[in-house]
């Protein structure tokens, strides 16, 4: 069985910053990509960022480049989203997931969190 825990979520101001975490544990993810999407109040769910198997490419959606950072620590089986320069609009809940392909789609993602709460006030 697969789990992934998303942590780190909270209140911040504008221009602050925050860093999520997401553990996996069971089933091994070493080999998968990693995304992280969000969902904000009465809209559909958005992708954010991706990180392959390797951590070596990333990607990332157009909202968030250049103020977001993804990483993981395969030894810790922990992969991360480091947030700058946050904007009231970036509020929303954060769900890691994982993948066996490269895609910025919800339905190629075959593992999700639970989701963590962020909210930034202007």
């Known amino acids: 069985q697969v789990q992934l825990v998303e942590s780190g979520g909270g209140l911040v101001q504008a221009g602050g910053s925050l860093r999520l975490s997401c553990a996996t544990s069971g089933r091994t993810l070493r080999n998968y990509a990693m995304g992280w999407f969000r969902q904000a109040p009465g809209k559909g769910r958005e992708f954010v960022a991706r990180?392959?198997?390797?951590?070596?490419?990333?990607y990332y959606a157009d909202s968030v480049k250049g103020r977001f950072t993804i990483s993981r620590d395969k030894a810790k089986n922990t992969v991360y989203l480091q947030m700058n320069s946050l904007k009231p609009e970036d509020t929303a809940v954060y769900y890691c997931?994982?993948?066996?392909?490269?895609?910025?789609?919800?339905?190629?993602?075959?593992?999700w969190g639970q989701g963590t709460q962020v909210t930034v006030s202007s």
């Open positions: 990180i392959d198997w390797s951590g070596t490419l990333t």
């Open positions: 997931a994982a993948t066996t392909g490269w895609g910025t789609l919800e339905y190629e993602y075959a593992y």
